[in-house]
């Protein structure tokens, strides 16, 4: 695999209201993305205990028999919420966001530059573009360095949040 394969990614987006946006991501330089390690493991790392913990009897072996606890759940979105606001809010997400464009060829608009346009009422964009963004950076790392169990909880909990979102509706 060549750098440019290993450090590129695209991905289709849907936006709020179901229209599918092309992402392009490149990953941090080193320095970027070391320095951004810290902000991120504190602030997301704590909110992804806090939502495995509102996942009543979550078993690594057996996810399917999980339930979740909605106002557990809503605390723990609502402390991301807080972790992000303490570390900049927006600025912080325009950071995580700096090597990323949405759309393609000569519509394609880096996403930072355009983050109040592109996302104005449509947050749930916004966090799925942040959270493959953090995905595209650092699941190698932490694949690598947590034997695997990463990528176990991130799927789990993906599905997870994507069953329980489908309810909402």
Known sequence: MSDHDRTMSTKT????????????????PAGEGFDLLPKITQIFGESLGNVMGAVEGFDMSSPGGSKFDGEALGNAFRKLAENVIAAGSHEFLKRILKHTSRGSGDSAEKVAANFDKIYQGNYGELFAA??????VNYAPFLKKRLGGVASKVKGDFRKKLNDLLSQAE
Do not use: F, K, S
């Not at 946006?21 to 990953?27: A, D, G, L, P, S």
């Not at 942040?130 to 995905?135: D, K, P, Q, R, Y």
């Open 130 to 135: 942040v959270a493959w963004v953090l995905e």
């Open 13 to 28: 987006i849907l936006d709020d209201y179901g229209n599918a946006h092309e992402y392009t991501c490149v990953q941090h």
